[in-house]
């Protein structure tokens, strides 16, 4: 049976919801914070742990602001919205610390704010679907733990114009007769729409991810219509997925109209992004983060040989060139290095090599069985980290030091305590936001190696 009860809500995890205690057992609530008292019913009872859910706020913690978005609640995108940001950049440094308990001898500097805390979110990608009867498009974020879509007519983490964009392909899309999305029959066309908005030139790229196999006539007067509506459109693409699978996008994209790319800059490089390029969703708060890396490079490194792993369109080995001898960028996905190219191309940039592979292959058969050492390694993964393999042979390979990038404190802190296991020296995280209003944290790690 449901139990209701009143709970100080004493803490916070890892993954954003309030914690109480009963009986020494911890609760999980989401949309609570440290300091509220609420009152909640038990939903789920594991040996371990329960999860509750919140019925009512008695005392609101004194952290409690209003969000600026009316859909916080239900829609699944800003978990902490409601909590002060200041507030939110201490819990962000809580939780690395959290995870980083068990490391001896570090310590987590405080989280570096993200310069614009609203409209800051470049990468936007809402799925799409229909309403059953009225065959309304909706477009939004999933509620969370679902598949339910919120339609989103306002989201204040991104620029005012996406809204408008996106608004204008829900209401037109029917005219052309393009249906939504319906995940469980695997009918309609559009399934996503992806926009990469450019904080430089304030344009943006809208690719139409359709469940089709070709541009068909009316898709293709679809996309220049909405090329035409707006002039902060530089282009619009469609990619084709007819697949049954969670992956947004395909690897086949097409150009409709327009050019298929946006210019963003950091560190005064132009990188020109497409639509399923790598980079950074924050472009002010990763210029932070660049600017970090290079100063600590600048400062303690007279023009050293850099590996740029997991690199992306090679941003750090273009932003990076002007410090190095050299820098060699590894990236296993062939998109983003014919566009590392481009950059590299285009900003008059001759000394970084780019190789398109696997980084512990790379590792294995470029560097160790030529013996050769980069001064600094960087390494920037996906949230999964590295493997184990990776981390050996970026150690064996390494000289003085490796800069850890990551988008995920427990994957970070699983690989720095099997690089300190292997007598590598680590005594700081640096946290950044990165995705404000949301538990996800950035982190920059410096490793040194003693030889
Ligand atoms: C977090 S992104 C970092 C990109 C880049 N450093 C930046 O700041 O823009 C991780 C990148 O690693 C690439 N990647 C994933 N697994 C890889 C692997 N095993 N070897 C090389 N690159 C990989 C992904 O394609 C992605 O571009």
Redesign the pocket.
Do not use: M
């Given at each position: 049976m449901e139990q209701e009860f009143i709970a100080d809500i004493e803490g916070f995890s890892n993954l954003g919801a309030g914690i109480a205690k009963q009986d020494g057992k911890v609760i999980f609530i989401e949309n609570t914070c440290p300091q509220d008292k609420v009152k909640i019913s038990v939903k789920k009872q594991t040996k371990t742990y329960a999860s509750g859910e919140l019925l009512e706020i008695v005392e609101p913690s004194k952290y409690r602001v209003q969000p600026k978005c009316p859909m916080q609640k239900v829609c699944g995108a800003c978990q902490l919205q409601f909590i002060d940001y200041k507030y939110q950049l201490r819990l962000k440094k809580e939780i690395v610390e959290d995870y980083a308990r068990n490391l001896k001898g570090i310590t987590v500097g405080d989280t570096i704010p993200s310069p614009e805390i609203y409209g800051y979110r470049h990468k936007i990608q809402y799925p799409i679907s229909e309403t059953k009867n009225s065959k309304r498009i909706l477009a939004g974020y999933y509620k969370p733990k679902s598949h339910e879509i919120v339609n989103i007519k306002y989201c204040p983490i991104q620029p005012a114009i996406c809204d408008e964009i996106i608004d204008y392909i829900r209401e037109t899309a029917p005219k052309y007769g393009i249906r939504g999305y319906n995940e469980k029959k695997h009918t309609g066309i559009l399934r996503h729409v992806v926009i990469r908005a450019s904080h430089l030139t304030g344009n943006n790229l809208v690719t139409l991810v359709v469940n089709h196999t070709k541009i068909f006539d009316k898709l293709k007067e679809f996309a220049n219509d909405i090329y035409n509506k707006f002039d902060e459109i530089s282009g619009v693409c469609v990619n084709f997925n007819n697949k049954k699978t969670n992956l947004i996008l395909s690897n086949d994209t097409k150009l409709v109209c327009g050019q298929d790319f946006v210019e963003e800059q950091l560190c005064d490089i132009t990188f020109k992004i497409g639509s399923n390029?790598?980079?950074?969703v924050n472009p002010q708060s990763?210029e932070n983060?660049?600017r970090y890396v290079k100063n600590y490079i600048k400062n303690n490194f007279n023009s050293p040989i850099i590996l740029?792993?997991?690199?992306?369109?090679?941003?750090?080995g273009a932003v990076l060139s002007d410090v190095c001898k050299q820098a060699v960028s590894?990236?296993?996905?062939p998109e983003?290095i014919e566009i590392a190219k481009q950059v590299l191309k285009a900003n008059n940039i001759n000394n970084v090599k780019l190789h398109n592979?696997?980084?512990?292959?790379?590792l294995e058969k470029e560097v160790i069985n030529k013996n050769k050492q980069f001064d600094i390694t960087?390494l920037?993964?996906?949230?999964k980290g590295c493997?184990k393999e990776?981390l050996d042979y970026t150690l064996q390979a390494t000289k003085s030091a490796i800069i850890y990038?990551s988008?995920n404190p427990q994957t970070l802190v699983r690989d720095l305590d099997y690089l300190m296991s292997k007598g590598a020296k680590v005594d700081f995280i640096q946290p950044f936001d990165m995705f404000c209003h949301t538990y996800h944290v950035e982190s920059v790690a410096i490793i040194t190696i003693e030889r």
């Open positions: 390029t790598f980079f950074q990763a983060i660049f740029d792993a997991y690199a992306g369109i090679a941003a750090f590894v990236e296993s996905n983003s592979t696997d980084t512990a292959k790379f960087i920037d993964p996906p949230r493997s990776s990038v988008c």
